[in-house]
């Protein structure tokens, strides 16, 4: 009993993996996103000023949405606005490792 029961809770979870592994969501979504990359990249980017009012706990603030100058406290932000093709201005020395 112990032996077939162990059998088919093996069975229905190879089943189970099967069929998550072998569905074509996965291959529809990668198309998808590379060419929405390739829309974002022959774009030009927008220069446009725009205001964007913040409202917070503390109150509100107005910001420019597009910013002349960029400073990155983290290093993965640093890649991302990197590869986004954003210019920044300035990154803490303190952060920066010795090699």
Known sequence: MK????????TVFLAV??????SNN????DNSTASAGNTEATTAPNTESK???IKHELGEITIKSNPQKVVV???GTL??????G???TGVPQS???SY
Do not use: Y
């Open 79 to 84: 890649d991302t606005l990197d590869k986004l």
């Open 86 to 88: 954003v210019e920044i």
């Open 17 to 22: 993996i099967l069929a998550a592994c072998g």
């Open 95 to 97: 952060n920066v490792p």
């Open 3 to 10: 032996k077939n029961l162990s059998l088919l809770i093996m």
């Open 51 to 53: 205001e964007l009012t």
């Open 26 to 29: 996965a291959a529809t979504s």
């Open 73 to 75: 406290f983290d290093f």
